[in-house]
């Protein structure tokens, strides 16, 4: 082979991996994912977790066999209550991680078909606007990875 048709075949090569790569679906990595235990009779519990999305991308939602419905929520402080609202999806900004934690943008495990108790866990299928469905393991526990204890049976408030 000349070094011409090298050459040529090298194009190739770069031109063929980068279109390649352009085409691999940026699947978000989700990390920390959460829930707080519930008590008997407590019919929704928080989840939380961290999503990194190497595109843009949208959270619309998830699915879970513990739970008749998994809705996507937010908290703000509107005076001096803090207001829990449903919403339709949350934006993920390609390249910054997105918290959903206590306080703030959250999961709302609606419908539980018995309590949560720490130390379980449960699988939790994520429904993205590009990337699709991703599951992930979800831990049962008091307290945030890393982070401060929260009350058990944490009830929020429409």
């Known amino acids: 082979m000349n070094l011409k048709t ?11 991996t980068a279109t390649a790569w352009a085409q691999v679906p940026k ?9 707080r235990p519930t008590v008997q ?6 989840g939380f977790l961290r999503i990194d999305s190497p595109a843009a991308d949208r959270l ?13 929520h937010s908290m703000k402080m509107e005076g001096d209550v803090m207001r829990m609202r449903e919403v339709e999806a949350i934006e993920l900004p390609a390249g910054q ?3 959903l934690q206590p306080g703030g ?11 949560l108790k720490n130390g379980d866990r449960f699988p939790l ?21 890393g982070g401060a204890a929260t009350p058990a049976g944490g009830v929020h408030k429409h």
């Open 27 to 35: 699947v978000p990595k989700v990390q920390d994912a959460w829930a």
């Open 6 to 16: 090298r050459l040529a075949a090298a194009a190739l090569l770069v031109a063929t």
């Open 125 to 145: 299928t994520l429904k993205f606007e590009k990337a699709g469905e991703l599951q992930v393991e979800v831990q049962v526990r008091t307290q945030a990875p």
């Open 41 to 46: 009779g407590q019919k929704a519990g928080g």
């Open 97 to 99: 991680p997105v918290a």
């Open 105 to 115: 943008l959250h999961l709302m495990l609606m419908e539980l078909k018995s309590p």
């Open 60 to 72: 619309l939602g998830g699915s879970t066999p513990v739970a008749g419905r998994v809705e996507l």
